[in-house]
């Protein structure tokens, strides 16, 4: 949306502390394990010893004998599938007929205390027909020994595929002075939240009200109506304060379903709130995946041709599988300028906890290969691998061989700050010390809804009285700062602080809808929404000021709390006698900028951020050890709403990006995880984290609130990619999957010692039966003036 009034702002891009800041740091903030209403019974789950297997009978007898049990209900109970995806609603809240992942739960209890109902649980008695179980890519592109794991997709256990061409990729092949091929693999492995997830719900006068620790206020109160088959006016969801998502709270939740149908059953509240190891078997987490990437070029390093493939270790249900699987594969053009593309996916099922969107969702895993194998197409062409890339890089305004919408684009700003601060072209090159360069990009919120609809994905109402001003958004605050981010710009417009504006958000009874807090999309989306709401109370107070004082309403300021000559409780007095209730509605709706190709829906988003990061590190030859000693990160943001908390945004990215560089893994054997727990899944501490200097970079996006763009999610792609990179420089030996472990550089330092190719990782790429191509003409490489609509 384009700035309406003069680029000097009061309180956009200053380093204002959250305004839920004193909540969270005094104890004083409700989250759903805080929230305690009379009578309320506690519910614990029966889950899954067995990674697949039928059941073959339940009997919950002795279970609902025992003193304070008040419930007990199983899959018979609740047997209507669900699912974040309207084309895999594959979901039971409660398995009665397979299970299909140590974990699936099959039974649940709610009793007077937890003790009373984990005793319960324990005295459920199930029969299981234990099956053979799916563990990896390879075995579940086979043939299965007993039966698949769903009854849909196909063949074998695939979930999905896709295949597409963009442009003429064996005319640029053909082309190409050199072509390189390389295979890459990308561990799972989970959000590790601080909160774990919790809810509470009551049945009361006919009507659900679920408090949950969800991103996702909108798509739960869709599910429950789904399968607790209740009108949505009889749910409420409210979202309560956030302990941290990072993608692990998009999905409804079986937990959230079985305590609304335990309350209704027993007409009293009921609560659960996982353990750490259920929070493990929730997951939804990242996606293992194994990729391959064939690239040509010319000898001076321009792309003439690159085709992809990955495929993606799905665990054991859809969740946003399909989605992921086209991530995997559309953003590598919005980075380099690829003049022709094939990309090919696959999603199989297995029998592990479910994998989902996780911070850059589909993205963080192709990024980290096409960052390395560039690097080594580079060292092939004897080039520089940053100026290979920089000679690829994509430029403003312009649409991607896939009919990708480029607006802003600060790539070239991004790569010089870093580059320039960190000294990265004038290292010196010493045994043992290595420096890597990477970069990215990612949406600014997704341009088409989770289900198709023509309506507005993010709403915002302002309501102004003698009590001051309240913002109504259904945005759910998940600790980055969308609270915050809202207040602002409302305070902005009406020449207010952020601590003026009162905020009522993440209610489905008491806000206008919004989609999430997924992809990025609340700054944008959101923000959008409340400038729009927000420039029209303005207006409205503006007009009453303008009529009182016989002032033009252009002549008539705001700001530090007055409009014009009158203070803002005079003016909000004045324009409710001449306009009655004050109250103003503002919607943001993407542009319709999806290809015109099935699967195009997937990958569009009206801006994308764009980031680049150096890595400096020491890498022990003798025992593996890694420690990096600093990180330069610089991040395109559009213009930052609030540079304090952007800044901690990039910097939680990093953090976490160093987690699934060099520890972080989801790994299991015998169909179990391996370390369903804190004490033993390793990832940083405080004391892991190296010094950090982090750059905003504003490129005022055209469409985004004052020119904002995401902060959330995009600086954590390059960071993986860049260790790696850093690791060859200093030990000239590639790890080609992640984590970056000290056995696994010990492993590549033998093998070249011994002449051997100096790697770890993958060694080839499996047979898949890929679907025929389907074939798509380039689009107009510049935008044109209406491209926002096209």
């Not at 204002?16 to 004193?22: E, H, N, Q, R």
């Not at 789950?45 to 007990?72: E, K, M, W």
């Not at 594969?329 to 099922?349: H, I, K, S, W």
Request: proline share 7%.
């Amino acid at each position: 949306m384009p700035e309406a009034h003069p680029v000097t702002f009061a309180v956009i891009g200053k380093p204002l502390p959250k305004v839920d800041a004193g909540a969270k740091v005094t104890g004083q903030a409700v989250y759903a394990d805080d929230v305690v209403l009379p009578r309320t019974l506690h519910c614990r789950i029966l889950r899954s010893p067995h990674p697949h297997a039928r059941i073959l009978s339940i009997d919950a007898s002795a279970a609902r004998r025992i003193s304070g049990v008040q419930a007990v209900i199983t899959g018979a109970d609740l047997p209507i599938k669900f699912g974040i995806l309207p084309v895999t609603q594959d979901e039971r809240a409660l398995e009665h007929e397979k299970v299909r992942y140590v974990g699936d739960p099959i039974a649940a209890v709610a009793a007077t205390d937890e003790e009373t109902a984990a005793a319960a649980c324990d005295a459920i008695k199930v029969d299981y027909e234990v099956l053979q179980p799916v563990m990896s890519i390879e075995d579940a592109l086979e043939p299965s020994k007993d039966e698949r794991i769903q009854d849909y997709g196909g063949p074998n256990n695939i979930h999905k595929l896709v295949a597409l061409e963009f442009g003429d990729v064996d005319g640029g092949f053909a082309r190409a002075d050199h072509i390189r091929e390389d295979v890459f693999f990308f561990q799972g492995n989970t959000h590790l939240p601080m909160e774990q997830h919790s809810a509470i719900a009551s049945f009361v006068d006919g009507k659900v009200t679920l408090w949950s620790s969800t991103q996702v206020v909108h798509y739960v109160h869709r599910a429950l109506a789904k399968v607790l088959e209740l009108p949505m006016s009889r749910i409420r969801v409210i979202g309560a304060a956030h302990g941290g998502g990072f993608g692990g709270k998009t999905d409804p939740f079986a937990h959230e379903i079985i305590v609304c149908k335990l309350a209704m059953l027993t007409g009293r509240p009921v609560k659960c709130t996982l353990t750490r190891e259920e929070v493990f078997y929730a997951h939804r987490g990242r996606h293992p995946v194994l990729m391959w990437v064939r690239t040509g070029a010319t000898r001076d390093g321009k792309i003439t041709a690159m085709h992809f493939r990955s495929a993606l270790d799905g665990g054991a249900y859809g969740s946003y599988g399909v989605a992921s699987t086209f991530y995997t594969g559309v953003l590598q053009p919005v980075t380099y300028d690829l003049p022709a593309y094939r990309f090919e996916g696959c999603r199989v099922f297995t029998n592990k906890p479910p994998c989902g969107p996780k911070r850059g969702h589909g993205t963080p895993q192709p990024r980290f290969a096409l960052e390395l194998h560039l690097d080594k197409l580079a060292h092939d062409l004897k080039l520089d691998p940053v100026d290979l890339k920089r000679l690829n890089f994509v430029k403003p305004m312009t649409r991607t061989v896939n009919w990708l919408r480029v607006t802003s684009c600060g790539l070239e700003e991004c790569t010089e700050r870093v580059l320039a601060a960190s000294g990265y072209k004038k290292r010196k090159r010493e045994k043992g010390h290595g420096m890597g360069f990477a970069i990215s990009s990612y949406l600014s919120g997704a341009g088409t809804a989770i289900y198709w609809n023509d309506m507005p994905h993010s709403e915002v109402q302002i309501k102004v009285d003698r009590g001051g001003i309240t913002a109504y958004c259904g945005a759910m605050d998940i600790g980055q700062g969308s609270d915050s981010v809202l207040a602002t710009i409302v305070a902005e417009e009406l020449g207010l602080q952020p601590k003026d504006i009162r905020l009522v958000t993440a209610d489905t009874d008491t806000t206008p809808i919004d989609l999430g807090s997924y992809s990025s999309r609340v700054t944008f989306m959101a923000g959008n929404a409340a400038l729009e709401a927000a420039r029209k109370m303005r207006a409205m107070l503006i007009e009453a000021v303008s009529a009182k004082t016989g002032i033009e309403p252009s002549e008539v300021e705001v700001g530090a709390g007055r409009i014009g000559d009158t203070t803002f409780e005079e003016a909000s007095v004045l324009a409710e006698a001449k306009f009655g209730t004050l109250v103003s509605a503002g919607s943001y709706t993407p542009p319709k900028i999806a290809g015109p190709y099935k699967g195009s829906g997937v990958g569009p988003s009206p801006a994308y951020s764009y980031s680049a990061c150096v890595v400096d590190l020491d890498a022990d030859a003798r025992t593996g050890l890694v420690r990096v000693n600093k990180v330069w990160i610089a991040h395109d943001v559009g213009r930052a709403i609030n540079s304090l908390l952007v800044e901690g945004q990039v910097e939680g990215s990093v953090y976490m990006g160093l987690g699934e560089a060099l520890m972080e893994e989801q790994e299991f054997r015998k169909g179990l995880h391996k370390w369903p727990s804190m004490l033993e899944y390793k990832s940083p501490t405080f004391l892991d984290m190296p010094e950090l200097e982090t750059f905003i970079v504003e490129t005022i996006d055209p469409e985004g609130p004052y020119g904002a763009k995401e902060a959330g999610q995009g600086p954590l792609l390059p960071v993986i990619p860049a260790v790696n990179a850093a690791v060859f420089d200093a030990l000239g030996v590639w790890i080609d999957e992640t984590p970056v472990t000290p056995e696994k550089i010990v492993e590549a330092l033998r093998r070249k010692e011994k002449g051997e190719p100096a790697r770890v990782g993958p060694t080839k790429f499996p047979q898949i039966p890929y679907p025929p191509l389907i074939k798509v003409e380039p689009p107009p490489k510049e935008l044109s003036a209406s491209a926002a609509s096209i």
